[in-house]
């Protein structure tokens, strides 16, 4: 940034104690921090001008700084930024550059976010809503968005459910619910091994002891839920990451428990709204809403930066924390409503579809697993995964280890996300993680 291209006056905040000229060079040691080693400032004229002060004042600014080591003063020269370690000009870590190809999981296509429709929502909000609207929210959602997703889940998912809890997302709501079951004398929580390691750590962050347990083809192994534990945290309609459907069989085995043990059974309806194969099956709450926390968000099928989530809660229930802002919630129920929400998921799934077949006839004949649904699969190895990894990312492709989603190591795999990935770079991209698998 050149000194000639700042605006110094706007910049340079004068406040605080002291005379005028300590000041302005208390607030220069801010500015100048920031800036390249060589960068001139104004002239000492010109900066007093612009802030409406005496030369005199700037003058023994500059002189102190140039004393301290901060500028650079020569005669018949400008003055300029000095370097003079890292404690004058330390910048923060620079972030490693973002990778060319994106395959790790958890995003959707934010190419395809849709901007000018929920740009109209967002106005259509700001345009009709009651002044009344613009108080103390409401701690458990806005009562239109309550609404509208209820009916939105009984229609779409099968639940059971008159009233949802609206959150910041499903990693907030299950941090919500983990310490409702803190307060009811519910200490542990059982999780999927493997599963989503930032719903495992969030709910550790409040306390709750974890208790994972073993995934196979038929979901979680309900069988192996330790003994003492009450709670348990799955994700049926698509387990991430090994894409399995919790089957009949241990839907019923899963929901006997929690009537036995007098548990909760947290149900993130994780990718639901993406099957490829045929309908998504139904919600384990639409079985037994008493026994079931039933969450979802909008991060999959819109952005994660809404941070827009919702949790159905058994009756005897209350969650403690905060609503997002009003605004955000009735632009959302504006979109539901309108019926924007639902051709904005049928836009998807055919987009995602013609993608995943894409990103599968790029692999060729191998070992895929988790195809049939979500924004992502799994590719098996016969090499060690995070060597892979690591090469890949070197490449410019960035994979996840299946192993960074379990306990302990298992067979080598990779996680293959495909949602945020350009259609024209599947080729690219599975031609690098070639070579970096060979």
Not at 38 to 62: E, H, I, K, M, N
Not at 162 to 170: A, F, K, P, Y
Not at 226 to 242: C, D, M, N, S, W
């Amino acid at each position: 940034m050149a000194g000639s291209q700042t605006n110094w006056g706007v910049l340079l905040d004068l406040s605080g104690p002291g005379p005028k000229h300590e000041q302005l060079a208390r607030a220069l040691r801010r500015a100048i921090r920031g800036l390249d080693d060589g960068v001139s400032v104004p002239p000492s004229r010109q900066l007093a001008a612009d802030l409406g002060c005496s030369r005199w004042v700037v003058t023994q600014a500059y002189a102190q700084l140039v004393a301290e080591g901060y500028l650079d003063g020569r005669a018949g020269s400008a003055t300029r930024v000095r370097r003079v370690g890292d404690a004058v000009t330390a910048k923060p870590p620079a972030r490693p550059a973002p990778p060319r190809y994106d395959l790790a999981p958890g995003l959707p296509d934010l190419r395809h976010f849709p901007r000018q429709r929920w740009a109209d929502a967002v106005r259509g909000v700001l345009a009709t809503v009651p002044h009344t609207d613009f108080g103390l929210p409401d701690r458990d959602g806005h009562p239109r968005l309550r609404k509208t997703l209820a009916g939105y889940l009984r229609r779409v998912r099968g639940a059971e459910t008159d009233d949802v809890v609206i959150c910041g997302g499903v990693t907030d709501g299950v941090t919500r619910v983990c310490r409702a079951l803190q307060a009811n004398g519910v200490t542990r929580l059982a999780v999927e091994d493997p599963g989503w390691t930032r719903l495992r750590r969030a709910a550790a962050a409040t306390g709750m002891a974890i208790d994972p347990v073993p995934v196979d083809d038929e979901g979680v192994d309900v069988g192996r839920i330790p003994r003492g534990t009450r709670a348990v945290l799955v994700t049926p309609a698509h387990q991430f990451p090994t894409g399995s459907v919790l089957s009949p069989r241990r839907r019923a085995d899963l929901l006997a428990w929690a009537r036995e043990v007098d548990g909760l059974i947290l149900e993130d309806d994780y990718d639901a709204e993406f099957r490829y194969d045929r309908r998504p099956v139904g919600t384990v709450q639409g079985t037994d809403p008493g026994r079931v926390a039933l969450f979802g968000s909008v991060s999959k099928t819109l952005s994660p930066a809404l941070g827009l989530g919702w949790v159905s809660l058994p009756p005897q229930w209350t969650l403690p924390g905060h609503a997002p802002p009003v605004v955000d919630q009735l632009a959302l129920a504006g979109f539901v409503d309108s019926g924007g929400y639902d051709r904005h998921l049928r836009a998807a799934r055919l987009r995602y579809r013609a993608r995943r077949d894409r990103l599968v006839e790029a692999l060729g004949p191998g070992r895929l697993s988790g195809v049939a649904a979500g924004l992502h699969l799994l590719l098996h190895l016969d090499r060690d995964a995070a060597e892979v990894t690591k090469r890949a990312r070197a490449k410019g492709v960035k994979v996840a280890d299946l192993d960074d989603y379990r306990e302990a190591p298992g067979e080598p795999a990779l996680v293959l996300g495909y949602g945020n990935l350009a259609d024209n770079a599947v080729g690219a991209a599975v031609r690098l993680l070639r070579e970096a698998a060979g």
